[in-house]
């Protein structure tokens, strides 16, 4: 099925010991061949067969990778549809991916943003450079769409890694004006990105 985790053949070597621009150099190389690649899903359009199949395959890493998450909650995230998801396949197999909530607000200084619900990469991916690829494919997405800013909680596991993709725990506004605008989680940390057009 769609959803079988496997390891390809390429990525049998240790990349974990490449430092990050070579991870992401090896990986646009395999984006331009070919083996790697990405989906976006609009939650108002899962309905359709490759769609479908790529969210539920989606949840069933999400709920492999973060065993703590009810499945409910992870399919309220994914099918809801003012939700989208990026997903990342490899040798059409999905290995990883987000799912996030567009937000406008207006009369505030938030302007357009982004609600991050998850980001999950297979276990036998992790420390390739995958999720920081995966990251810098949602915020150019988000970039092309002039949002402003990406929010979301992280638990202490994932901290690091959020920073090291330009996330703070130190917001650009006071937390109260995410208040109506986000899902609040009594676990994490509620971390912030800001996004440049020029970058």
Not at 87 to 93: N, P, S, T
Not at 108 to 125: I, K, N
Not at 128 to 138: A, E, H, Q
Request: glycine share 8%.
């Amino acid at each position: 099925p769609m959803w079988t985790m496997q390891e390809s053949d390429d990525m049998q070597g240790d990349e974990s010991k490449l430092f990050p621009l070579a991870k992401e150099e090896l990986l646009c190389a395999k984006e331009y061949s070919g083996g790697l690649r990405w989906q976006v899903v609009d939650g108002d359009q899962w309905r359709k067969g490759a769609d479908l199949l790529a969210l539920l395959a989606l949840r069933e890493l999400i709920e492999a990778e973060l065993p703590e998450m009810q499945r409910d909650h992870i399919s309220a995230r994914l099918f809801e549809r003012s939700n989208r998801s990026l997903i990342c396949l490899q040798d059409g197999l999905v290995v990883g991916g987000l799912s996030w909530r567009p937000c406008s607000t207006s009369g505030s200084s938030l302007g357009r943003f982004a609600e991050l619900h998850f980001l999950c990469v297979s276990s036998d991916q992790w420390v390739r450079g995958l999720g920081g690829r995966c990251m810098s494919r949602f915020k150019a997405i988000l970039s092309d769409d002039n949002y402003s800013r990406v929010v979301t909680y992280a638990d202490h596991y994932a901290i690091d890694f959020f920073r090291q993709q330009g996330f703070s725990t130190t917001l650009s506004c006071n937390d109260e004006e995410y208040k109506d605008h986000i899902l609040h989680y009594r676990a994490g940390a509620l971390m912030e990105s800001i996004l440049y057009a020029d970058m």
